[in-house]
């Protein structure tokens, strides 16, 4: 049980493009979402909160209009990374959430923009 | 800053061995998660522990959470190299702020 996928696992892709991925809940529903970007050898930094039905929550520094989610339904998010940059390569991973002090994580998606 | 601290940041050991890494902050949590995260994938929750003072096993991993709820810590007994990887501990509730990570790596 929790399993949580996301896809593409991963993507490269020009500058300038846009590029979506998605966060499956597969066999839970999941009220809350989050997404993560992790650097090589660094920690998860949290991105965002997104909540089922309503707009999601951005930490301090990440750009709304540069990274928007949506959470369409109680086992599917969206993240969109518009007009990528290299700068935006990253390791980007969601997350979701049962109840408030667990999450289940995705395998991650791997962003390369040349 | 980060609003967790790990320690130590790295560790090689040999197999057989045993370790402990710690999770640190001046903040309050109402729960602490341990997770373990290999290249290239998404982290594995092992275990959230919610109780100050709280101690729970996992077969040669033993996690405990400080009796103030700021600090926890996991250790690991006779280590072998399948427990190779990023542990990682994650504060918070209804979302979650992550530690800086402990990179492990058990040599055979």
């Known amino acids: 049980g929790a399993v949580v996928s996301q896809h593409p696992s991963w993507v490269i892709c020009k500058s300038g493009t846009s590029v979506k991925i998605e966060c499956r809940s597969l066999?839970?529903?999941?009220?809350?979402m989050f997404w993560y970007r992790q650097f090589p050898k660094q920690s998860l930094m949290l991105m965002a909160t997104?909540?089922?039905?309503?707009?999601?929550?951005?930490e301090q520094g990440v750009e709304k209009d540069k990274f928007l989610i949506n959470h369409a339904s109680l086992t599917l998010s969206t993240l969109t990374v518009t007009s990528a940059h290299p700068e935006d390569s990253s390791f980007y991973i969601c997350?979701?959430?049962?109840?408030?002090?667990?999450?289940?994580f995705g395998p991650g998606t791997r962003l390369t923009v040349l | 800053t980060q609003l967790l601290e790990q320690s130590p940041q790295f560790l090689s050991i040999q197999e057989g061995e045993n370790l402990t890494v710690y999770c640190n902050s001046s903040?309050?949590?109402?729960?602490l998660q341990w997770y373990r995260q290999e290249p290239g994938e998404g982290p594995v929750l092992l275990v959230t522990?919610?109780?100050?003072?709280e101690v729970k096993k996992l077969k040669r991993l033993t996690f405990q959470f400080g009796d103030a709820r700021k600090d926890s810590s996991l250790h690991i007994t006779a280590a072998q190299p399948g427990d190779t990887g990023l542990y990682l501990c994650?504060?918070?509730?209804?979302?979650?702020?992550f530690g800086s990570g402990t990179k492990l790596n058990v040599k055979p």
């Open positions: 994650a504060g918070g509730l209804n979302k979650f702020y």
């Open positions: 066999d839970f529903q999941a009220t809350t």
């Open positions: 997350s979701a959430s049962p109840r408030t002090d667990t999450q289940y």
């Open positions: 522990v919610v109780t100050g003072g």
């Open positions: 997104s909540n089922e039905g309503s707009k999601a929550t951005y």
């Open positions: 903040s309050v949590f109402s729960s």
